[in-house]
């Protein structure tokens, strides 16, 4: 195969390896067939996807099952057992059906080529999530040390494209989620992502999701929180140092957020936060109150 630098494509050369890529590769009648240990088996570690269907991988275990592997995996060999060229679902239903082996084609792979089959076989795929499509390209462009500009050339999409999936990594950790489980759609994270304040994202995100806004609405409410005007910031009288040690030392002995405020005429307040019950008891028997 064709080192990454070649301009007609970062996969020419794959079809030598696979005549598509939903699973049926290309066997030559010189490669021989043999049985791998399925413990001597580990996925390729460039793979991007991160979820497989539940079902389907039981309906594929109980075909197994049933009538064993048509189609063998393609390993290479490695330091200890073999990596996954292409296959991991026959492999995932194989150990879910009990099988101890499997049948593999072994061939010989650098690391360059488990990266780009890795990435382009799974990009074939219609049911790969955004966020894994984006991580997929973000794969190429780090190990590859290649551009957008490249990538897109080499995988027949639009720069445009391929930026706006890049963009979903700037996602906060909650956002991701809801987009890798499928409660955020595309069109929704990249509306999110027009937030001036990136620190409302997750709070918008968790609205969408719960309430079920559309992707207009969301325009909408995005648009309207960009232009809000800031409330301006109330002027919190400094606490005198008396209050603030007296403040310290309250914390100190109960272990628990407390507050002490004060107004204008002297008078104030101290407001000592707990956890669940048990800590309310804890602070209470501090204090010296016993109710039973």
Do not use: C, W
């Amino acid at each position: 195969m064709p080192s990454s630098k070649n301009s007609k494509g970062l996969g020419k050369g794959i079809d030598a390896i696979f005549s598509d890529f939903e699973g049926q590769e290309v066997i030559s009648s010189e490669e021989n067939v043999i049985d791998v240990q399925l413990e001597n088996v580990r996925p390729n570690p460039y793979q991007p996807r991160t979820q497989f269907d539940e079902e389907a991988l039981q309906d594929l275990a109980d075909s197994i099952k049933e009538n064993g592997v048509f189609q063998p995996i393609i390993v290479r060999q490695s330091v200890n057992g073999y990596e996954i060229i292409a296959g991991e679902r026959r492999f995932r239903a194989s150990k879910l059906a009990g099988e101890k082996t499997i049948p593999a084609i072994v061939r010989d792979l650098d690391e360059r080529q488990m990266l780009e089959i890795a990435v382009l076989e799974n990009l074939q795929r219609e049911d790969l999530s955004p966020l894994e499509e984006a991580e997929a390209y973000d794969t190429l462009i780090k190990k590859l040390k290649i551009t957008q500009e490249e990538v897109s050339k080499r995988l027949g999409k639009s720069r445009p494209y391929i930026a706006n999936y890049l963009r979903l990594l700037n996602l906060p950790p909650m956002s991701k989620k809801y987009l890798k489980d499928g409660k955020l759609s595309m069109g929704q994270a990249r509306t999110l992502l027009g937030l001036k304040d990136k620190e409302k994202i997750d709070f918008i995100a968790k609205q969408v999701v719960q309430r079920g806004i559309t992707v207009r609405e969301l325009e909408k409410m995005v648009n309207e929180a960009n232009n809000a005007k800031p409330r301006p910031l109330k002027r919190v009288p400094a606490k005198s140092p008396f209050i603030k040690a007296s403040q310290e030392e309250l914390i100190s002995k109960f272990d628990a957020p407390i507050e002490i405020s004060e107004n204008k005429d002297g008078h104030g307040k101290i407001q000592i936060d707990f956890k669940s019950t048990d800590d309310l008891n804890r602070i209470l028997d501090i204090i010296g109150i016993d109710i039973d």
